[in-house]
């Protein structure tokens, strides 16, 4: 039987291939050549393609579908899209402990309870997050699986998926430690910025400019060490690494290198803009609502609205990163069976 690019009329200007099939195309064929031709595009392996077809009717249900909302089965019942799934998950776990975080900190009045509550709400929501991250890979990297199956396999991983953000954050802590202690050197205020307000000007120009200049150094080595450990949680999850998920996720993205760096810092740009864009426009409405004698109020509903576009942008990360898991191990193990056949 001849393969559908064969009858098809394909032209390929060098940079996009454009393919257009005539007649109709089994739905389930066409959509395991779209996920094959977009897992070589992201391996580097294949150029963009734009395909022009037409498949039967079929009907398409989304995880939570049921067979008895199905009214007449004329046409063949195709499941689809995990959006509603790992939209869920991303709510549960990404948005709603960001929100509960950000209503005691407007709200709570500035001292030491304060700063210990507040410690105690970012490590509920990094564990949350964790959790919410490795059960939406879950769904991501296997059609397959479940809301209970993903949930399952999240808690199996979690505390190692802990261990290896315990290890970097140490690590991260250590690098960035210098700059702290310059920006002690230059007499700033740590105490007002705990107790959530503005210190006072540092009193020591030179450490707070050595310190700024270190940091963006530092920071630019994390964007780096970040686009290589990129599929980091799929990693842990999938093969059920510890701390070996390091080395490996490493070893996964080295041909991978700058685009990964591209396309994390382009996320982080993003993610920022989104986030300040929601934050003051949600402020500005409140404010103008509320009025202005509401600064706690006013500040909670625009970091409610950051939160919102922070959630949505970073769960399109997460599949992302999930889906370039599996095309990095496709390609090695592609690189593999050619190196035995040689």
């Given amino acids: 039987m001849a393969r559908m690019s064969e009858i098809a009329t394909t032209i390929d200007d060098g940079r996009i291939e454009w393919r257009v099939t005539p007649g109709l195309t089994p739905y389930d064929a066409a959509l395991a050549e779209m996920e094959a031709r977009a897992a070589a595009v992201l391996a580097g392996e294949a150029r963009e393609l734009i395909w022009l077809l037409e498949h039967p009717p079929v009907y398409t249900a989304g995880t939570s579908a049921s067979a008895d909302e199905l009214i007449d089965p004329r046409f063949p019942v195709v499941a689809t899209g995990r959006g509603g799934m790992l939209a869920g998950i991303a709510i549960l776990t990404l948005f709603v402990p960001g929100v509960i975080n950000a209503a005691y900190t ?67 802590t250590i690098a960035l430690l210098p700059a702290g202690v310059l920006l002690a050197m230059s007499g700033l205020d740590f105490t007002a910025m705990a107790n959530g307000t503005s210190p006072a000007a540092p009193k020591a120009a030179g450490p707070l400019l050595l310190a700024s200049l270190y940091t963006v150094v530092a920071l630019i080595a994390m964007l780096f060490v970040g686009a290589r450990l990129l599929p980091l949680y799929t990693v842990v999850l999938r093969e059920r690494l510890g701390l070996g998920a390091i080395p490996r996720a490493w070893r996964l993205t080295r041909r991978h290198t700058w685009r ?57 990360a997460i599949v992302f990163s999930a889906q370039a898991y599996v095309a990095f191990v496709a390609r090695e193990a592609a690189i593999r069976a050619r190196a035995a056949v040689a």
């Fill in 106 to 172: 407007s709200y709570a009045p500035p001292g030491v309870l304060r700063s210990v509550i507040v410690l105690l709400l970012v490590l509920g929501v990094t564990i949350a997050s964790v959790w919410g991250q490795l059960a939406i890979i879950a769904a991501s990297t296997d059609p397959a699986t479940t809301r209970a199956a993903a949930q399952r396999q999240a808690t199996e991983r979690l505390l190692p998926a802990i261990a290896v953000v315990v290890v970097l954050g140490i690590v991260f």
């Fill in 260 to 316: 990964l760096v591209g396309a994390v810092l382009l996320f982080v740009v993003v993610l920022l803009i989104a986030t300040w864009a929601a934050q003051a426009v949600a402020g500005l409405v409140a404010a103008l609502v509320l009025g202005g004698d509401n600064a706690a109020t006013i500040k909670f509903v625009g970091t409610v609205a950051g939160q919102a576009a922070s959630t949505a942008l970073t769960l399109v």
